[in-house]
C-alpha cells in the first residue's frame, strides 16, 4: 500500500508541473544565473496585492514568469542583452515580448502610469552592464508552454564589449503551474 | 616582552600611515576610495524634481544644494530594498549632524502601502512619493535599490550599486571622508 502512495505523489506532481517547475541555477567561473518559475497565482497575487487592475492581471496571469538573478563574480564588465537570448520549446523558437510591446499594450489599455512603473520596474532589463560583484535581477515573461523551454544567452564581456562572449545554455526551464 | 618595542614601533607607522591616507584621501574629493560597491558617476547636474513626502511636505531638490544629497530610489516590494532600510536608518543616526541630508524616494506606490511598509520595518525615515514613477524614470536607476549621491553643487557623483550596508564604517568613513573634502575646499 505505501509503495502504492509513493509511486501515486511523483505522478501528481508530473501532472501538476509542480516537479519539472523547480528553479535552475547555472554557474560558470564569470556568471552565476538562477531562474525561478513563478506560478500564475504567485504573479497574479503580488500584482493584485499592489492594485492592478483586473484587465492587465487577467493578461499576466495567462503568462509564463521565470524570475531571474544575475551575478556577475568576474572582473571585468559583463552585458546582458536580452537579445541574445533565444528561448525555444518543443524544437520551436518561442518569442519573448521586449518590454516595450509591454509598455504599448498597457498604454492602450490605459493602465495607470503607476502601475505601467512598478510592471517595468519587476521586469529584468532589456541591456545592463553588469560590474564586478553586481547581482540585478527582474522577470522574464514567456508565452505559456507546459514543454520544457530551451535557452541560450550569450553576454558580451569588457569595458567596450571586446572581451571573450560567455554563452549559457539549458534546456530545463520550466513554466510554472498553480496546483490542481 | 622583549618584542613589545618592536610591536608597538609597527603599530605606530602602521597609524601614521592610516592617518597619512585618510588625510591625503580627504584632501581633494576625486581622490577618495569609494568602497566596494560604489562607483564614480559623473553625469553631470542632478536632474531636478519636486515631489512631496508622506506628510505632505514639499521637497525641491534644486533648492537642496549646499549639502550632500544621498538620494535613494526603493519600493516595498523590492526583497533587497526592506533589507537595506535598516542600514540606512543606522548610517542617519551616524550622519545626522553632518551637512548631509538623506532623500528617500518610492517608487510607484501609495501613501498606505508605504506608511504599512515603513511602521512594519520600525525605522524613522521619512520618503518622498513618486506616485506615478515618472521621477524614477528620469533618474533611470539600475535597478531598485539605487543610491546616487550628489555633491553640495549640485552634480551627480556616485551610483550605489544594488542594497549596501550603510551602516558599516567602511561606508559612513566613505560619507564623511565626502564632506570632509568639500569643506576643505570651501
Known amino acids: ?180 | 616582552m622583549k618584542h613589545l618595542p618592536k610591536i608597538f614601533h609597527l603599530l605606530l607607522i602602521s597609524l601614521s600611515l592610516l592617518s597619512a591616507e585618510t588625510v591625503f584621501a580627504g584632501s581633494t574629493g576625486s581622490d577618495i576610495k569609494t568602497p566596494f560597491g560604489i562607483r564614480d558617476y559623473n553625469i553631470g547636474m542632478a536632474p531636478d524634481f519636486t515631489l512631496q513626502d508622506i506628510d505632505g511636505e514639499t521637497f525641491e531638490l534644486a533648492k537642496a544644494k549646499g549639502d550632500w544629497i544621498f538620494l535613494h530610489f526603493w519600493a516595498s516590494w523590492c526583497g533587497p530594498c526592506r533589507e537595506e532600510m535598516p542600514t540606512i536608518q543606522k548610517m542617519a543616526d551616524a550622519m545626522q549632524k553632518e551637512n548631509f541630508r538623506i532623500v528617500m524616494i518610492n517608487t510607484a506606490e501609495d501613501e498606505d502601502t508605504v506608511f504599512e511598509f515603513l511602521s512594519g520595518i520600525d525605522v524613522e525615515l521619512n520618503t518622498l512619493m513618486d506616485l506615478d514613477g515618472q521621477v524614477t524614470e528620469v533618474w533611470k536607476p539600475r535597478g531598485l535599490p539605487t543610491t546616487f549621491l550628489i555633491d553640495p553643487q549640485g552634480e551627480v557623483k556616485y551610483q550605489a550599486i544594488g542594497g549596501r550596508e550603510w551602516g558599516e564604517p567602511l561606508y559612513v568613513n566613505f560619507l564623511k571622508q565626502l564632506l570632509l573634502s568639500t569643506d576643505e575646499r570651501r
Open chain 1, 1 to 180: 500500500m505505501r509503495k502504492k502512495i509513493l509511486n501515486i505523489i511523483p505522478l501528481l506532481l508530473v501532472v501538476t508541473g509542480m516537479q519539472a517547475a523547480q528553479p535552475v541555477i547555472l554557474k560558470t567561473p564569470e556568471l552565476e544565473i538562477d531562474f525561478t518559475p513563478r506560478t500564475p497565482n504567485q504573479m497574479t497575487s503580488f500584482y493584485e496585492a499592489r492594485g492592478f487592475p483586473k484587465a492587465m492581471r487577467d493578461i499576466l496571469k495567462k503568462q509564463c514568469f521565470i524570475t531571474v538573478g544575475i551575478l556577475n563574480k568576474s572582473n571585468e564588465k559583463i552585458w546582458l542583452d536580452l537579445s541574445g537570448w533565444h528561448f525555444s520549446a518543443d524544437g520551436k523558437p518561442l518569442k519573448r515580448e521586449h518590454r516595450d510591446y509591454w509598455k504599448k499594450r498597457w498604454q492602450n489599455m490605459a493602465v495607470p502610469l503607476s502601475k505601467q512603473s512598478t510592471f517595468r520596474w519587476t521586469l529584468l532589463p532589456e541591456t545592463l552592464d553588469y560590474l564586478p560583484g553586481e547581482h540585478e535581477g527582474g522577470n522574464l515573461i514567456l508565452p505559456f508552454t507546459d514543454k520544457a523551454i530551451s535557452l541560450t544567452a550569450s553576454f558580451a564581456t569588457g569595458e567596450n564589449k571586446q572581451g571573450k562572449t560567455l554563452t549559457i545554455t539549458t534546456d530545463k526551464l520550466f513554466c510554472a503551474e498553480d496546483a490542481q
